[in-house]
């Protein structure tokens, strides 16, 4: 273990520069986030985002626990904060925190991430609430070898709450953010994929009866508003999952699960 730092004010300007990390605008900024808890810091330890790490920080009741010293000394190249019960309050957001997280650099390849065009796909369109986006990035590198395209004003991935709904698979699965979702649906009819919408109406196609092959990109939309009709008629045939007809619709997730596993079934 290197060097360690002991940091007792809430005041210090690495502690108060770490709490902004809570907000989106600043996480942009400084192009850096937070993971928060032993699971995810270990997630990010084993994968591409090991490199990025720039600092542990851990509360000092538990700084001598053996497994966050194993975690600790695994680290290379980073900065070892411990810091007082007060002090980590202020930079986490968690009310029953386990008292470690970690600073990272953000990918700024994110927005260039290459897209495999040889395996399913899933676009989510203004998803706005971070434990639907999360859910729905867990559930895909749970069941379903897919592709994710996010559009660039979905929930941040890089928020803790988006981070706990994902439960480590955003550190895994392969994710674009795009900044023209018409541009990435135009791409991916050009690499031959049929476009669906999942599109609650009366002309829309009962899933059971659809062909989701490998060159296939499943939209799902906002979830108070669905998909807007711009993007709805880029699209080659609109989808529907039968449900309760007392039921007026499925929350998002559940509805991406319900489509991913039907991918998974028809790809095997």
């Known amino acids: 273990m290197g060097n360690v730092k002991f940091i007792s004010s809430k005041n210090n300007d690495f502690i108060i520069e ?15 986030f937070y993971v928060d808890g032993v699971k995810l810091l270990k997630e990010a330890m084993g994968s591409r985002y090991k490199s990025r790490i720039k600092s542990i920080i851990v509360e000092e009741s538990i700084f001598n ?5 194993d975690i600790v000394r695994k680290c290379e190249n980073c900065e070892i904060i411990e810091v007082t019960g007060e002090v980590y309050k202020k930079i986490t957001d968690e009310e029953a925190f386990q008292g470690v997280m970690c600073v990272i650099e953000k990918d700024k390849m994110q927005e260039n991430i290459g897209i495999n065009y040889n ?11 971070p434990g639907n986006v999360g859910t729905i990035i867990r559930t895909a590198y749970a069941i379903c070898d897919v592709d994710i395209i996010l559009s660039e004003d979905c929930a941040d991935i890089y928020s803790s709450k988006t981070q706990r709904a994902a439960m480590g698979a955003i550190f895994k699965q392969n994710i674009k953010i795009c900044k023209n979702l018409y541009s990435e649906i135009e791409n991916l009819k050009k690499n031959g994929y049929n476009i669906f919408a ?20 499943v939209i799902f939309g906002n979830e108070g508003n669905g998909l807007c009709d711009n993007i709805v008629n880029l699209c080659d045939e609109k989808i529907i999952i039968p449900i309760n007809q007392n039921s007026e619709s499925l929350n998002v997730s559940a509805a991406a699960a319900i489509i991913m596993w039907e991918m998974r079934k028809q790809n095997k």
Not at 22 to 29: I, L, P, S
Not at 119 to 129: C, E, G, M, N
Not at 198 to 217: D, F, R
Request: aromatic share 4%.
């Open 65 to 69: 626990d053996t497994d966050i010293k």
């Open 198 to 217: 999942t599109y609650l109406g009366k002309n829309s196609t009962s899933i059971e009866k659809v062909k989701l092959h490998s060159k296939t990109a």
């Open 18 to 32: 770490t709490a902004k990390l809570k907000q989106k605008k600043y996480r942009t900024e400084k192009n850096l």
């Open 119 to 129: 395996k399913p796909v899933i676009v989510l369109d203004s998803v706005r609430d």
